[in-house]
């Protein structure tokens, strides 16, 4: 099967034993720095640094390479208490702007107030109300709910004494009568929108005639299931002409209440009834405006749901406020100057090619320094836009509630404005919130680059990075299974299950069953088979299958990116080294790396050691550095390029290679000989396609069968691998011309190759291999 590769050995080896050639003597190119020759047998040798630094030199566009690579890492070392020092003024900043903690106090005791003492339903001797407005399910109970619960509740008339108690403590005073639990003052009455759908055609005409029946158009929002809270809350209403009403006291409540109720204000086009009442809390200057929704669904059914726009009238509250917010933009604003100047630094050094500085500069991290920084700015803007719609809402207030001519149409206009006004700066404010949400998102992922810069902080993004590739593949096959358990939720349960109605309520709750979270006796009302052939086919295929292979798969490349990590400093360490430098370079004992760079010359092909960097005399010359210095960064150069060129492989990475060079190698073979600059090549590569390669499935079983325990450095998996399969795999790389130095010609890359299997095939004896 490999009969031409080892007639092709044989006349190599015969050759080279029959006599002291030229090709035994000739100089041979070492197989990791390949501007060094090296003697026959010995490109795999290895060569001190410090040899390297001082006589055998370093490609110039390795050491620029090497200076580029260290000036960005300690400018993103630099950059991690900057992007630390972002999460820290931004929750300063939202702290001291947002009482959250009293916003949420607040809200929650008006909610508990009406859920739990504007009841109805009441039984002898009218001291306890059996129903609240969840229980409003028809006509009649909205009416009996908002004269029974609410209006009392909301508008009251006397002072309440306890229960069974004889006193009587007279009726309020007309101050008493604005608050609502004691602390918050009611601003202004009471007001009552309805939103009215139109008559439509309906789906089977020829039936609703015959039934003598008629249909309503759907409402403004989607009822065929109960509505969040956020989306009623924002949710633009469209106001019935005509059907707007406002409560003032109990007693013209109570006779409003029985007029609407006899003219039906309430009919089978109601789609939609709010009520709102705008409160005042003074211990925080907290305007809240509180809606109660009653949403008629075509269903018949009635949803409720309770919101409320809570606003902080004085944005700043004291010298803090202020200064959190001028250090966080000083940060900004830094970080803008910086990336500005970094830009017009890299155009400027390219000279007559800006597109070349421009490419230079643009990277995924530079991008999102930028996404930052107009992110921060369009918040800024938008904070100051709505402290001029909080202003505004505050002078609203203060002109209606300063008219003393009130009660009167005039006010019910005013007032009208005004809840408008709260409804949309209520509107503005949650819309900055939301963006201001996703603000610590760009700042995560500034974290995220300066954590990439030290490798024992960037075990997430590196493992991430690595196994990009395979994730990618997974997550198609896991979105896959996982949308088709979706569908198939919908299916089964969707008629009897709220979380499984609609798509898009599914997947949550198909992701929520991913960890656990299924209720599977929610799921058995529509048949404990099906309960259990859903349950069980998801919690072994996704949960237990899936997840783990996901584990697995993470978990490999951890390892992996763990253990080369173990050789490299520590935060602290690094920080030290940084700090050491930038005390030296302030005493001038010390050359700059940008510097450095920018003195060497555009010349990639020519070789710098210790003595062209000192020596006035040298193109490479760097005034001021010193022997120590430059001796110091030649030898890390050398070894960040040896240990990037002589990465370690395992037998599973060469069948890996061998599968994904099948078609090359195939397409290869019909082609021309290649490298035709010399006839010895030419001959040696005609000889090794004279005859069709072999499968690549015997090659890869053969690389399966070889006893190598991974991983291991590439010249021992080399030597251990039979000579015949060392030479396929030679060919394949050439083929596809990858994994082999960046030389100059295609002679020299397969002339390296072939010489390498020489020099294993006669290490070893030759009478097991022929």
Not at 164 to 186: A, I
Not at 496 to 520: E, H, M, Q
Not at 608 to 624: A, C, I, M, Q, W
Request: net charge negative; glycine share 4%; proline share 4%.
């Amino acid at each position: 099967m490999y009969g031409a590769v080892h007639a092709h050995i044989a006349r190599m080896t015969q050759s080279s034993r029959s006599s002291t050639s030229e090709t035994t003597r000739s100089k041979r190119r070492h197989a990791v720095f390949h501007w060094v020759t090296t003697a026959p047998g010995m490109e795999l040798s290895e060569i001190p640094a410090e040899d390297m630094a001082t006589t055998h030199g370093v490609t110039e566009h390795i050491f620029r390479d090497y200076l580029r690579t260290e000036i960005k890492s300690e400018a993103d070392v630099m950059s991690l208490p900057w992007a630390i020092l972002s999460v820290v003024l931004y929750a300063l900043v939202l702290m001291t702007h947002e009482s959250v903690h009293f916003n949420n106090s607040v809200e929650s005791a008006l909610d508990y107030d009406l859920e739990s003492n504007a009841n109805f339903a009441f039984s002898d001797p009218q001291h306890m109300g059996h129903k609240n407005f969840e229980d409003v399910n028809s006509f009649a109970d909205f009416w009996s709910w908002m004269d029974k619960g609410f209006v009392p509740l909301m508008l009251p008339a006397e002072y309440s004494p306890s229960e069974s108690s004889p006193l009587v403590l007279g009726e309020m005073s007309p101050r008493d009568r604005q608050y609502w639990l004691w602390h918050n003052l009611r601003v202004g009455p009471v007001r009552l929108m309805q939103e009215s759908a139109e008559d439509t055609d309906c789906p089977n005409s020829w039936i609703a005639s015959a039934l003598n029946m008629r249909c309503v158009g759907p409402a403004s929002l989607d009822l065929d299931l109960p509505p969040t809270e956020a989306l009623v809350a924002q949710h633009r209403f469209k106001e019935a002409p005509g059907k707007t009403r406002w409560f003032d006291s109990l007693a013209q409540s109570k006779m409003l209440l029985e007029e609407l109720e006899r003219d039906r204000w309430l009919d089978e086009k109601t789609s939609y009834v709010k009520l709102s009442v705008l409160t005042y809390a003074p211990d925080s200057d907290l305007l809240v405006l509180t809606d109660i929704h009653f949403l008629f669904a075509r269903s018949g059914r009635i949803w409720k749901n309770l919101s409320h726009i809570s606003m902080n009238l004085k944005p700043y509250v004291g010298v803090w406020s202020y200064v959190w917010d001028i250090c966080f933009y000083t940060q900004v604003t830094w970080l803008f100057v910086c990336e500005l100047w970094e830009l017009s630094a890299s155009v400027f050094r390219s000279g007559k090619h800006p597109r070349r500085g421009l490419k230079s500069y643009i990277s995924i991290w530079n991008a999102i320094d930028w996404i930052y920084v107009a992110m921060s700015f369009v918040a800024l803007v938008l904070w100051i836009f709505r402290c001029d719609k909080l202003f505004k809402v505050e002078d609203a207030v203060t002109s209606v509630v300063m008219q003393t001519d009130c009660p009167g149409p005039h006010c019910k206009a005013d007032f009208a404005k005004l809840f408008s006004l709260c409804e949309d700066t209520g509107t503005f404010i949650f819309r900055a919130k939301v963006f201001g949400a996703i603000l610590p998102l760009m700042i995560l992922l500034r974290l995220f680059k300066a954590f990439s810069a030290q490798p024992r902080l960037a075990l997430v993004t590196e493992t991430l990075r690595m196994a990009w590739t395979n994730l990618a593949h997974y997550l198609v096959v896991f979105c896959t299974i996982f949308a088709l358990y979706a569908v198939m939720g919908v299916a089964f349960f969707g008629n009897k299950v709220r979380n499984y109605a609609t798509l898009d309520r599914a997947i949550p709750s198909v992701l929520l069953g991913l960890l656990g979270a299924f209720d599977f006796q929610e799921m058995e009302v529509a048949g404990r088979g099906f309960a259990f052939f859903f349950y069980f086919g998801f919690m072994f295929l996704v949960t237990l299958v899936m997840m783990s292979m996901l584990i697995a798969l993470i978990m490999d490349v951890y390892c992996e990116v763990k253990a080369n990590s173990k050789s490299s400093e520590t935060l602290w360490v690094g920080t030290k080294n940084i700090v050491v430098r930038s005390w030296q370079m302030f005493r001038k004992e010390r050359v700059g790396l940008r510097r450095i760079l920018d003195t060497l010359n555009a010349d990639d092909d020519s070789l710098v050691r210790v003595d062209t960097l000192v020596d006035k005399s040298s193109s490479h010359f760097v005034e001021g550095l010193s022997e120590q210095q430059a001796f110091g960064l030649l030898c890390d150069a050398v070894t960040r390029y040896a240990m990037n060129a002589s990465t370690d492989v395992s037998p599973s990475d060469i069948m890996e290679f061998v599968d994904d060079a099948n078609m090359k190698l195939h397409d290869f073979c019909k082609q021309p000989p290649v490298c035709m600059n010399t006839q010895t090549t030419t001959q040696n590569l005609g000889s090794l396609i004279e005859e069709p390669i072999a499968p690549m499935d015997s090659v890869a079983t053969s690389l399966a069968n070889t006893e190598v325990e991974g991983p291991v450095s590439a010249g021992d998996f080399a030597k251990t691998v039979p000579v015949d399969i060392m030479l396929e795999a030679a060919r394949i790389m050439v083929a596809s011309k990858a994994g082999v130095p960046s030389w100059t010609g295609c002679r020299g890359m397969l002339d390296h190759l072939i010489t390498g299997a020489q020099v294993m095939y006669n290490e070893m004896p030759h009478t097991e291999h022929l």
